[in-house]
């Protein structure tokens, strides 16, 4: 099933995917020139919170949580990036420390881009500049929605509506009719939705019950967004 014109997705994704898609070729190749590639194994740490960046990072596979911990340990996701994607570059642009950190969700294959390069592109291509502006406004709406989402919505209603978005991040050359599979731990579901574990395992229940999904361990199926969509009561 299709969110068009049932869901904003656009509202909550951020579009850096698109920073270097199409950016020209010999630009691209100059800001690929050093990149580091390396393959995390799920959990892997990336880079931490409060570290100084040395560089920024682009997604060639895989999925990485961006994620705060709070003072009893508990980790709170911010977002989850796809492949396409870029992160890291929000602190080398403000020369600040990492505001947060992130880790792979599952294997992923992430390249390195040295900080000097990216900065000579962005000094060198205008078209690379206006992208990340852009980005960067975007992001700043999606990451106000998600502070609207736990201040408005029941744990019932954000579970329905990242289970919506996540549905998205995780379709792999989907048609028409398929499931998709979610493959995230209760724990990482429980941080993205800002509740307990058992809260997320409950709720999960509960809509498992109604035939909307189903669980296979650790993966969730969707079979119904439709539903999931007017659980979450978005407005």
């Known amino acids: 099933m299709s969110l068009n014109g049932i869901f904003p997705m656009d509202k909550w994704d951020f579009k850096s995917g698109s920073i270097l898609s199409g950016l020209p070729e010999n ?16 959990g892997e740490l990336i880079f931490r919170e409060g570290a100084y960046p040395q560089g920024i990072f682009y997604i060639m596979a895989g999925k990485v949580k961006k994620f705060k911990v709070d003072e009893s340990g508990r980790e709170h996701i911010v977002y989850v990036a796809n492949a396409g994607d870029l992160i890291g570059y929000h602190a ?45 406004s975007h992001e700043f709406g999606v990451l106000a929605n998600g502070l609207t989402l736990f201040t408005q919505k029941s744990v019932r209603e954000r579970l329905a509506l990242q289970l919506v978005v996540l549905r998205e991040k995780y379709k792999v050359d989907f048609q028409p009719g398929m499931s998709v599979i979610i493959n995230m731990s209760r724990e990482d579901l429980a941080g993205l939705v800002g509740t307990t574990k058992e809260n997320v395992v409950r709720v999960l229940t509960e809509f498992k019950q109604a035939g909307m999904l189903e ?21």
Do not use: C, W
């Open 92 to 136: 080398v642009l403000a020369e600040e420390r990492y505001p947060d950190s992130t880790a792979a969700l599952e294997e992923s294959r992430i390249a390195f881009i040295p900080k000097e390069d990216f900065l000579d592109m962005l000094n060198h291509s205008g078209i690379l500049g206006r992208r990340l502006l852009k980005n960067l």
């Open 215 to 235: 669980t296979r361990g650790r993966k969730i199926v969707i079979h119904d967004v439709g539903q999931l969509v007017r659980i979450a009561n978005y407005r």
């Open 27 to 42: 630009d691209l190749d100059q800001l690929m020139a050093h990149r580091l590639e390396q393959v995390y194994k799920k």
